[in-house]
């Protein structure tokens, strides 16, 4: 086997590669493709001895908000697939090594996914760092506790007439959301990906403050989903608020649809202060909680450096890469919230997994829940606790971003 780095030229066959290890029919492009953004210098063909592709790996320049409001690049893994006839023979594994050693090579230090299955990426290095809820709220029971403050207005839009407002709302919102990804221009440039980054038809209410400022915008589908009964679906694709206000008028405005029964969040983050605008708490039932976005550091000094820090402290972390061969001891000071991170000879606080980093890095998992569930050993009686301050967030990290 051999692994090579692919070009323009090499589309068609990544594609159709990919396509048969997802198990789906390779087609021509259609209205708006999701492979369109691809960044073809960025991706990996696996080869067998005859020069006949098997696997596929690729990657996106994105960049990425960490928690205190810093942005930091970041490779957002894509369009990982082996064919059936050759798993479980390690072309994965090789794949990643090639990628997360490319990676590093051009100086980048962060990487992100969306897997598909929660079992594979962790070996790689990779944990889950970001979380997702789909919520349902029955409209009779939907009353909110605080009314939404007056002096805001909704406009109704289509997807079609509203592209530039709805990328500039986003770029603003991604820039103070940890955990949140850009859309490059080109993205919306090719209607790449999911609603409303595609060109799909789809409902647009934005939301404007009481001064005229545009302060966010729920994409919606109404759909009938019991016919017998003439029940109406309102479903949120994605609701992305700069204040709590918008999110809460926006909230309200799909809350007081007519002829509709139920009101679904696809994505929230657990923690959304949603469930607690909701004067019956009982009212909005998860239906669905996923992991979301994985995170892996390449390069532990800096990855701790680039992101803020909600109290100053000190932590000595002692970081194993085993699918890296790679083993370091760390001593984190943070000082008016700004992190250093270097190698130290001192005795270790806490000891952990690369993976497991990675789930702390973005604030929403607490060191301390970790080393209850027996992942972080904690050699110092209260390091966990001391992590679990240092390394918060001033708000739970979310990632709507779809790639
Ligand atoms: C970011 C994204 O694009 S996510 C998309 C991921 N792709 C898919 O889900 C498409 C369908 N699945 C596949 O194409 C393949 O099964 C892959 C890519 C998930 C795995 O490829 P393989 O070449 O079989 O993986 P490889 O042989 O390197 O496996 C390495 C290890 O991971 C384990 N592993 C790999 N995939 C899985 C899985 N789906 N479930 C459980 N274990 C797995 C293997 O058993 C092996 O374990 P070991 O080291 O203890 O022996």
Avoid: N
């Avoid at 005859?50 to 690049?73: D, Q, V």
């Avoid at 939907?142 to 007056?150: D, K, L, T, W």
């Avoid at 890095?361 to 904690?378: C, H, K, N, P, Q």
């Amino acid at each position: 086997m051999q692994i090579r780095s692919t070009t323009e030229a090499d589309l068609d066959t990544f594609l159709s590669t990919l396509c048969d290890a997802f198990g789906s029919v390779w087609q021509s492009p259609g209205e708006s493709p999701w492979w369109a953004a691809y960044e073809m210098d960025r991706h990996l063909l696996a080869e067998d001895a005859a020069g006949r592709p098997i696997g596929t790996a690729g990657a996106y320049s994105f960049e990425l908000t960490l928690p205190g409001g810093a942005t930091a690049p970041a490779a957002g893994i894509t369009g990982v697939g082996v064919l059936p006839s050759h798993r479980r023979q390690g072309v994965l594994s090789a794949l990643m090594r090639h990628q997360l050693e490319q990676l590093r090579g051009a100086g980048e230090f962060l990487a992100v996914l969306l897997a598909t299955e929660a079992v594979i990426y962790r070996r790689f290095g990779y944990g889950p760092a970001s979380y997702r809820q789909r919520v349902a709220v029955d409209l009779g029971r939907g009353a909110f506790a605080v009314p939404v403050e007056a002096g805001g207005s909704i406009e109704l839009r289509h997807r079609a007439d509203c592209e530039e407002e709805l990328a500039e709302v986003y770029d603003r919102v991604r820039l103070v959301q940890p955990g949140a990804l850009s859309r490059p221009a080109h993205w919306w440039a090719k209607g790449a990906g999911r609603p409303p980054v595609s060109r799909a038809p789809r409902h647009i209410a934005f939301h404007r403050d009481a001064a005229g400022r545009l302060q966010g915008y729920a994409c919606y589908t109404i759909a009938v989903t019991d016919q017998q009964r003439s029940l109406r679906t309102l479903t949120v694709e994605e609701l992305v608020a700069a204040t709590d206000e918008a999110q809460a008028a926006l909230a309200r405005y799909c809350l007081d649809h007519d002829l509709v029964s139920t009101v679904v969040f696809a994505d929230l983050p657990p923690r959304s202060p949603l469930r607690w605008r909701l004067a019956d708490y009982r009212a909005a039932r998860t239906e669905a909680e996923q992991d979301y976005l994985w995170v892996r550091l390449l390069d532990v000094p800096r990855a701790l450096a680039a992101r803020g820090y909600p109290a100053d402290g000190r932590l000595v972390v002692e970081v194993d890469d085993p699918f890296l061969g790679e083993r370091g001891r760390y001593l984190l000071v943070v000082a008016d919230g700004v992190g250093v991170c270097e190698p130290t000879g001192e005795p270790t606080e806490l000891a952990l997994d690369v993976a497991d980093l990675g789930s702390l890095y973005l604030g929403g998992t607490r060191a301390s829940d970790l080393v209850r569930a027996g992942r972080i050993r904690e050699l110092v009686p209260g390091a966990a606790l001391r992590a679990d301050a240092l390394l918060g967030a001033e708000r739970e990290p979310h990632c709507v971003h779809f790639f």
